[in-house]
């Protein structure tokens, strides 16, 4: 079940991933519009999977509470990023710091503590994931809304954003591990999670309707797709597929989260974002630099490190060694 996760995570989420940055390339700020779409049909595909799911509750609604808020607060705190007037360099490296921040959470509120071999591994990812993305990027300016309510704040921007990310990165740690205890305590049930956590979540995008329709009005303005007795707009169609992809990415997250560790969950998930950065740069026909060669090694190698990939496969040549003997 965990490999057939992984592959949900790994193909679903980068596919979805890759998608998203087609629209946002075509418009301006598409995101508040994918989340709120994907926050819509998630619950509906889990009614439709098993309409009883709303009467079956296993685990309480204070329980659910705090992961609804968890969960929606790191969504749009990352849609609304690219308005903190942080350098990029720094956005990346805080985007990239979900893995340490879970050893840390872990250690402090479970006082379980990890290898030296794990915390090197996961300092290996992370560090290349930052100099991936940065070798990637083409720093290109992000158009900045003049006027917000962050504005009203005795401090700039900039102090905002950092608090905002370092929020956002520990919020996302504790999210995993929050989910992993109700797994443990109230048993495993992804699919009622994922129903209730979506389906709560609805009411908090009412302060973000302008933007949500905004966006909408945008995607009916984009041109028409003919297809086999009708037309439609190719931002709605690109919405539909991201729609599913991320359905497939959502599911396959949760179920993970039932069966390894939050940290493990996270090292997968820090692995699709450099999947999904490898895609973008075959897509988008970017070249590979000695940087992203770098970074590629730094992941693999640390990735390999985390599983123990290299003593599995010394126990292996060792066990064949000794069958030929016998």
């Known amino acids: 079940m965990a490999s057939l996760c992984v592959s949900g995570v790994l193909g679903g989420c980068s596919l979805s991933m890759l998608l998203i940055e087609s629209i946002s390339r075509t418009n301006e700020n598409p995101m508040h519009l994918v989340t709120f779409t994907a926050f819509l049909l ?3 595909w889990c009614f439709l999977k098993d309409p009883g799911i709303p009467w079956k509750r296993t685990v309480p609604m204070s329980e659910y509470g705090i992961i609804i808020i968890c969960f929606f607060v790191t969504n749009v705190m990352n849609n609304q990023s690219v308005n ?15 893995l340490m ?7 402090i509120l479970q006082r379980r503590v990890y290898s030296w071999s794990k915390i ?6 992370t560090f290349g994931l930052v100099i991936f993305t940065l070798a990637s990027s083409n720093h290109h300016s992000i158009k900045r809304v003049e006027y917000l309510w962050i504005d009203h704040l005795p401090w700039p921007r900039f102090v905002t954003g950092i608090i ?80 599913i992809l991320q359905i497939v990415c959502i599911r396959s997250v949760y179920q993970l989260t039932s069966v390894v560790s939050s940290l493990s969950v996270n090292m997968i998930l820090a692995l699709r974002k450099f999947l999904n ?9 970017n070249e590979l630099s000695i940087h992203h060669w770098l970074a590629t090694g730094m992941i693999i190698g640390g990735t390999c490190a985390f599983y123990n990939t290299f003593g599995q496969m010394l126990q292996l040549c060792n066990s064949a060694k000794a069958k030929k003997r016998d």
């Not at 903190?84 to 979900?98: A, E, K, Q």
């Not at 921040?101 to 250690?107: F, I, K, M, R």
């Not at 992804?190 to 609805?202: C, G, Q, R, T």
């Not at 950065?277 to 026909?285: E, G, H, P, T």
Request: aromatic share 16%.
């Open 164 to 243: 905002a990310q370092t929020t956002c990165v520990f919020i996302s740690a504790y999210l995993g591990i929050r989910q992993e205890a109700i797994f443990g305590r109230y048993g495993k049930c992804p699919d009622e999670m994922m129903f209730f956590v979506h389906i709560y979540s609805l009411p908090f995008f009412v302060p973000v309707l302008p933007e949500i329709i905004s966006a909408a009005n945008s995607f009916n303005q984009s041109e028409d797709l003919d297809l086999l007795f009708f037309s439609v707009p190719n931002l709605w169609l690109k919405l539909s597929l991201v729609s």
């Open 84 to 98: 903190y007037d942080l350098p990029f360099p720094l956005f990346i490296i805080f985007r990239s710091g979900t």
């Open 42 to 44: 998630v619950p509906l």
């Open 277 to 285: 950065l490898l895609l973008s740069v075959y897509v988008f026909n």
């Open 101 to 107: 921040a879970s050893v840390l959470l872990t250690a």
């Open 120 to 125: 090197l591994s996961v300092c290996s990812v």
